[in-house]
């Protein structure tokens, strides 16, 4: 078993909540190749789902956070620069916003695709990206309302409610059809990839978690096991490696 180690990887401690959704991709059927498979491990305090359940006060009450899904469920692994690869067809995609959660929470789509935002729930959203205000600007989402935002280039977009920012709504345009959801287990299986140097990435509460070269066609039936170190981690790596100069 091959382990992979980042030391710069980073994971978020924000609280998310809501469910995903990874689309189905007939492009991933190519002849022959590797199938590249293996084991994404998350820091201890990243598996905890008891971040998923709780209450958000409001003036006239407390209302229940309806969530689906556990830790795994943002997390996904992509092998991007694969020789041959080629983008998932553009779509419309909607996603719900009710009982202060959103679903799906992860959305995983090529380029032109259309996210439609429809609110399903009792309480206005304050919808962005903000940290790429000129993809998808700030804009009130009244109850009953749908908002549609074209993601025309390739790269991770975060939306984010301004009054309840536990909402965290990931669109992963990518331009390669190699990329697997992460089961409970934290295990992936990405099929029919050809000899190639590629660049495999996990994605994990809306970051780049960690990224890894491979050169698929040495792996055969060999699993990878990856392992996303967090802050601590790393900021004690670094202090050891200080020390030890």
């Not at 996904?76 to 009982?99: D, M």
């Not at 700030?138 to 309840?164: H, K, M, N």
């Amino acid at each position: 078993m091959k382990t992979l180690r980042n030391p710069v990887s980073r994971v978020s401690r924000s609280l998310v909540l809501g469910a995903v959704a990874y689309l189905s991709l007939a492009g991933n059927a190519h002849a022959g190749g590797t199938t590249v498979r293996g084991t994404v491990k998350m820091p201890d305090a990243s598996r905890s789902t008891r971040l998923y359940h709780g209450y958000w006060r409001l003036e006239n009450g407390n209302v229940p956070v309806q969530t689906a899904g556990g830790a795994k469920a943002e997390t996904v692994v992509v092998l991007e620069n694969v020789k041959g690869a080629h983008p998932p067809s553009a779509r419309t995609i909607t996603i719900e916003l009710g009982g202060l959660d959103a679903r799906p929470r992860l959305v995983i789509t090529g380029p032109g695709s259309v996210i439609e935002l429809k609110n399903t729930g009792k309480v206005r959203h304050e919808l962005s990206t903000p940290e790429k205000p000129e993809v998808m600007h700030l804009e009130t989402l009244a109850p009953g309302q749908t908002r549609r935002q074209r993601f025309d280039a390739v790269g991770d977009y975060v939306i984010r409610d301004s009054e309840y920012p536990h909402i965290m709504i990931c669109v992963l345009v990518v331009g390669t059809t190699y990329f697997s959801a992460v089961d409970d287990k934290g295990s992936f299986s990405i099929a029919n990839v050809p000899d190639s140097t590629a660049t495999l990435k996990v994605w994990a509460r809306g970051k780049w978690v960690a990224e890894q070269q491979l050169e698929t066609g040495s792996l055969g039936k060999e699993e990878l096991t990856i392992k996303v170190v967090s802050q601590r981690e790393k900021e004690k790596a670094e202090q050891e490696a200080k020390a030890a100069e």
